[in-house]
T-cell receptor, first 112, second 115 residues
Framework: DQQVKQNSPSLSVQEGRISILNCDYT??????FLWYKKYPAEGPTFLIS?????DKNEDGRFTVFLNKSAKHLSLHIVPSQPGDSAVYFC???????????FGTGTRLQVFP | ETGVTQTPRHLVMGMTNKKSLKCEQH?????MYWYKQSAKKPLELMFV???????ENNSVPSRFSPECPNSSHLFLHLHTLQPEDSALYLC??????????????FGEGSWLTVV
C-alpha cells in the first residue's frame, strides 16, 4: 500500500512554460512534505519543503502548494528550464517517526 | 558535491562475499540514514542512526548490518546477499531527526550488483 503517490510517471513541458508536478498521500498523520530532484547517476537533491501548518512555500522558481483536505501537494516550476529535466520525488513524514515515505517519482523533460 | 560521500560508487559481489559500503558526511549533522532504491520502486528507509545510536530498523534482513562508529561515518556491512538485493543504496544525513521536521541530504549512492 503506497502512502505517497505520484500518478504521472512522466511530464514534458516547453522551456519557459510552467511545470506542475503532483503528489497525493493517504496518511493524515503526515505533517512535513519535501520535494527532491534526481539526475541520472546522482543521489536525490533536496529542492523545497513545506510544513502542514502552511499551504504554500516559495523559493525562486519553485513553489510548493499543500491542500490538506484533499491530501494533495504540487510543485510548480516557472519558468521551466532545460536544466530542470530530471526525476522529481515527493516525500512525506509524520511527527512520530524518522521515516520519510517517498513516491515513485515523475520524470520531467523540458524541451526548447 | 553534496557533503555526503559514499564509497564505492559501484560494487559487484558474489552471494558468498562479505563487503561493506561506506558513507561519510561533512555537514556536521547528527543523524544518518541508509535508504535502498530498487528498480521501479520508491526509496525505502533501511536504518536510522541518531547521535550514533540506531533508532530505527525498518524490518531489514540480518544480512545487512549497519555500523555507526561516530556521527560522521556510517557503514553498511553486506554478507550472503541475494541477487534481489541488487539496488542503489543511498546514505543520507540530517541535523536533527526527520520527526522534528528536518531535511535529509543524500549522497550519490552506491550501485550494488549481486551475482
Amino acid at each position: 500500500d503506497q502512502q505517497v503517490k505520484q500518478n504521472s510517471p512522466s511530464l514534458s513541458v516547453q522551456e519557459g512554460r510552467i511545470s506542475i508536478l503532483n503528489c497525493d498521500y493517504t496518511n493524515s498523520m503526515f505533517d512535513y512534505f519535501l520535494w527532491y530532484k534526481k539526475y541520472p547517476a546522482e543521489g536525490p537533491t533536496f529542492l523545497i519543503s513545506i510544513s502542514s501548518i502552511k499551504d504554500k512555500n516559495e523559493d525562486g522558481r519553485f513553489t510548493v502548494f499543500l491542500n490538506k483536505s484533499a491530501k494533495h501537494l504540487s510543485l510548480h516550476i516557472v519558468p521551466s528550464q532545460p536544466g530542470d529535466s530530471a526525476v522529481y520525488f515527493c516525500a512525506a513524514s509524520a511527527g512520530n517517526t524518522d521515516k520519510l515515505i517517498f513516491g515513485t517519482g515523475t520524470r520531467l523533460q523540458v524541451f526548447p | 558535491e553534496t557533503g555526503v560521500t559514499q564509497t564505492p560508487r559501484h560494487l559487484v559481489m558474489g552471494m558468498t562475499n562479505k563487503k561493506s559500503l561506506k558513507c561519510e558526511q561533512h555537514l556536521g549533522h547528527n543523524a544518518m540514514y541508509w535508504y535502498k532504491q530498487s528498480a521501479k520502486k520508491p526509496l525505502e528507509l533501511m536504518f536510522v542512526y541518531s547521535l550514533e545510536e540506531r533508532v530505527e530498523n525498518n524490518s531489514v534482513p540480518s544480512r545487512f548490518s549497519p555500523e555507526c562508529p561516530n556521527s560522521s561515518h556510517l557503514f553498511l556491512h553486506l554478507h550472503t546477499l541475494q541477487p534481489e538485493d541488487s539496488a542503489l543504496y543511498l546514505c543520507a544525513s540530517s541535523q536533527g531527526r526527520v520527526r522534528s521536521g528536518n531535511t535529509i541530504y543524500f549522497g550519490e549512492g552506491s550501485w550494488l550488483t549481486v551475482v
